[in-house]
């Protein structure tokens, strides 16, 4: 209740702060503004490398001056590249991973580091943000990138300034903000293969002298590219009339902000936003087996009925193929709100945030994308003579499980900071943060095969009510030693309280007692505080070149696994992890600013990382995931990023990571297999190598139209998925290739561009899962060759 109070009196107060300070200086404003007068920080520069200014530390600073690892991408580099969502970012910032289990879950991992556990008692890794408000919510997270000024990737744990859930990084959207005294309008059409029809639209209105609107949506269609097999017999192209529950994506987003400069000295910034995403069913694909499950005799090897039903082994879809009976979907709705008041003092700059956000996620899917098969008994001679069970007969899949999400959150922000001047050689930030969430959660696995036809579908579902309290004081000082010599430093402590109501329901087969235990609403909760640091020494021989050496620490809050199959383990927490980091960096802009190199070396301890896998005891045919805490871990690596612009007309650059990440020690529980020690794996999201490349020449025609053609690709190695390293829990490595030309008219209105996404079709995986004591593989894979046209307007 105190927790609660504390939170509900920072929201109070900043918005009573925010209303006081704007009517104070609304009375005080003159009648006669000047205009505003200001350059595009982030345009190219004729002579140079562009500069992004990005707010990291809490500040508006050129990213060459931040002794941080940071990635920041302008919001046109985006939208040439044709960036519209996290899956697009991978493989584009050093040591950035993504896998994604459905469209509206993705799994992040920076530097090896992310989470594995979806339930709504546990935390994220990387701290996902919107102009600075966090999603507490993981499925509302993979919004659509559109009408951005930028995108900051903050590498590395950022337990100072953002502390809750940064303990692998920070990913930012900065959106476009209204501006003052100017009109300005942008529309873009996309049509393209496999169905796609995109829109989108940003119009900037000002008001008056004082006051601007901003507002954008972004509509993307597509049929997808999934073939659907009807046991084998025939194949339904994606988009036709009997296959339009298949593969289909249609993403509706928008945004509306509002500001208000009442005088030089203060504004006030007001956005909404909100998404309505839908989505067919997803692809799933069997790419490994150990062999015959359970010993029964029976011919369930998932590898053959992929061949048999037109999977990657065999013809027709392929791995886009898809024949289960199940139609499944992915909903979403999102919807946010928010408002910054900024107000400039002699000393300092007083900033006040507030945020509300909510959103609702529904998921149905056929987890193996198989038709069921006969049943037969797995008891006695066949199988464990202590368990009664039944399993497939022929070559469908085990059970035919579906896969069944339905969540709702909601979350308050609060944070009040106060930002010294820029210039002078002590420059220091102080805030206080506050954080209330809300999150109902239910995930159900339905088994059709298991059920008589005149009873209800078999069905296990874990029910979890979860309320999430946080509190966090802050500061950061840097101060200039000598010429070219300066030191950073700083804390944070934050107090985090969850508390959840947790209960299982099972109905229909009894086998699916086996799987979970039911139960009713139990209560678990614990609180968790911590003081997390950091220290750094920058030196600047010149004002091109900076390095930079630094020690921090991070923190995640520990949790509850969110579908526990007891009473005991859905009730009691997982302790917190925590990281320390060790870093040296360099930011060197060379050759009058026509070369960038960034570069660091860094080494990442782990305590208590919080580790989820399948598991699968010896006294049962069904598995579980379970979430425990690796005893420690270490991350060795090296990153760097290039960009080269030598001429005016030709640019190159890519970047390039590195990781050795192990698990130092972790003794987990035994499985079936007999073994929990996973000492010395390799960590799950945690490639050896990732690199990306790209290559752009301009031609500037006589009529002063402009021709731009730009080659890019990337590169992701081996990945694991479990951390028991097991050989079916791989992704493949790959390499994907773009590539895209355009024409940008002489008044710099009109562009048209053409362009191709994958153009070698590599087939390259977003996910694999283990099922059944981790003895079958089932994958997802990522988009084949998509080729389009874009038309842009700009007034």
């Not at 200086?25 to 990005?54: H, K, M, P, R, Y």
């Not at 300034?161 to 959207?173: D, E, P, R, S, T």
């Not at 199988?383 to 497939?392: E, H, W």
């Not at 911590?530 to 021989?541: D, H, I, Q, T």
Request: aromatic residues 10%.
């Amino acid at each position: 209740m105190l927790m609660r109070n504390s939170n509900r009196f920072l929201l109070n107060l900043g918005f009573g702060l925010a209303m006081a300070l704007v009517a104070n200086d609304a009375t005080a404003q003159t009648a006669d503004n000047a205009a505003q007068a200001g350059g595009d920080a982030q345009g190219q520069q004729n002579s140079g490398i562009a500069e992004i200014v990005v707010t990291a530390q809490k500040r508006s600073e050129n990213v060459q001056d931040v002794p941080l690892a940071i990635s920041a991408f302008s919001g046109s580099t985006l939208e040439k590249s044709n960036i519209s969502s996290l899956e697009d970012i991978q493989g584009r910032s050093p040591g950035l991973v993504l896998n994604s289990f459905t469209p509206g879950q993705p799994e992040v991992a920076i530097r090896g580091v992310g989470t594995k556990e979806d339930g709504a008692g546990a935390s994220d890794s990387t701290l996902v943000m919107v102009d600075g408000v966090y999603f507490a919510t993981r499925t509302a997270t993979n919004i659509d990138i559109f009408d951005l000024e930028r995108l900051e990737i903050l590498r590395g744990p950022q337990g100072t300034l953002f502390g809750k859930n940064a303990i692998a990084g920070v990913i930012n959207y900065v959106t476009r903000k209204p501006v003052l005294g100017e009109f300005e309008l942008k529309v873009r059409q996309t049509v393209g293969n496999f169905g796609t029809f995109d829109t989108g639209a940003g119009v900037n209105v000002p008001i008056g002298d004082t006051l601007a609107a901003r507002l954008s949506f972004s509509r993307r269609d597509t049929d997808g590219y999934l073939t659907r097999v009807d046991v084998g017999t025939k194949a339904i192209p994606a988009g036709s009339e009997d296959d339009d529950d298949i593969g289909f994506a249609k993403r509706f987003a928008w945004r509306a902000a509002l500001k208000w400069e009442p005088s030089e000295r203060t504004s006030l910034l007001v956005s909404l936003d909100g998404a309505d995403d839908n989505f067919g069913t997803d692809n799933r694909e069997p790419v490994g087996s150990a062999g015959p499950l359970h010993n029964c005799g029976c011919a369930s090897d998932p590898m053959a009925v992929n061949a048999a039903f037109g999977g990657n082994l065999g013809k027709g879809g392929g791995v886009y193929s898809y024949a289960g009976e199940a139609l499944g979907f992915s909903k979403r709705d999102v919807f946010g709100v928010m408002s910054e008041l900024n107000h400039e003092m002699d000393f300092a700059t007083l900033t006040v945030m507030g945020a509300y956000r909510d959103s609702t996620y529904k998921n149905v899917l056929d987890s193996s994308g198989l038709p069921p098969s006969p049943i037969v008994d797995l008891t006695g001679a066949h199988g464990n003579p202590n368990i009664g069970l039944t399993a497939p007969a022929t070559v469908g899949f085990t059970f035919d499980t579906v896969d069944i999400v339905d969540e709702t959150g909601e979350q308050f922000t609060g944070e009040i900071r106060l930002t010294s001047p820029s210039n002078g050689r002590f420059k220091w930030v102080v805030g206080l943060y506050g954080s209330h969430e809300k999150i109902n959660r239910t995930e159900a696995v339905g088994f059709p095969s298991l059920s008589d036809a005149s009873l209800v579908p078999s069905l296990a579902a874990a029910n979890m009510d979860f309320t999430g309290e946080g509190l966090a004081g802050y500061a950061q000082a840097s101060f200039d030693l000598a010429e070219g010599f300066s030191i950073t430093g700083g804390a944070r402590y934050s107090h985090e309280k969850k508390e959840i109501i947790a209960s299982n329901v099972v109905s229909g087969s009894p086998n699916l007692l086996l799987l979970l235990r039911p139960f009713g609403a139990s209560r678990g909760e614990d609180s968790w505080n911590n003081f997390s640091w950091r220290l750094s020494a920058e030196y600047r021989p010149s004002s091109a070149a900076m390095f930079f050496a630094t020690v921090s620490t991070g923190f995640k809050s520990g949790g509850f696994t969110g579908t526990a199959t007891t009473r005991e383990k859905a009730t009691t927490a997982f302790d917190p992890e925590e990281a320390t980091n060790y870093e040296i960096g360099a930011k060197l802009d060379l050759f009058d600013r026509r070369v960038r190199l960034n570069a660091s070396a860094f080494y990442l301890d782990y305590k208590n990382l919080q580790v989820t896998r399948f598991f699968q005891p010896a006294t049962s045919n069904f598995g579980e995931f379970i979430t425990e805490n690796a005893a420690n871990a270490e991350i060795k690596g090296f990153e760097a990023e290039l960009t080269a612009r030598p001429l005016e007309w030709f640019e190159f650059g890519g970047s390039y990571s590195y990781l050795d990440a192990n698990y130092k020690d972790f003794f987990g529980t035994p499985d079936i297999s007999g073994t929990g020690n996973f000492s010395g794996n390799r960590m799950r999201q945690a490639p050896k190598d990732t690199w990306s490349a790209y290559v752009q020449v301009s031609h500037e025609l006589a009529s002063g139209a402009r021709l731009t053609a730009n080659v890019n690709g990337r590169h992701q190695g081996k990945v694991f998925t479990n951390a028991d390293n097991n050989p079916l829990d791989v992704i493949a490595s790959y390499t994907l290739g773009d590539a895209w030309v355009s024409w940008t008219s002489s008044d710099r209105k009109w562009d048209i561009q053409a362009w191709v996404k994958n153009f070698t079709d590599e087939v390259w995986g977003t996910h694999v899962y283990t099922q059944r004591g981790n003895r079958i593989a089932f994958g997802t894979f990522g988009p084949p060759r998509q080729y389009g046209v874009t038309l842009t307007y700009n007034y």
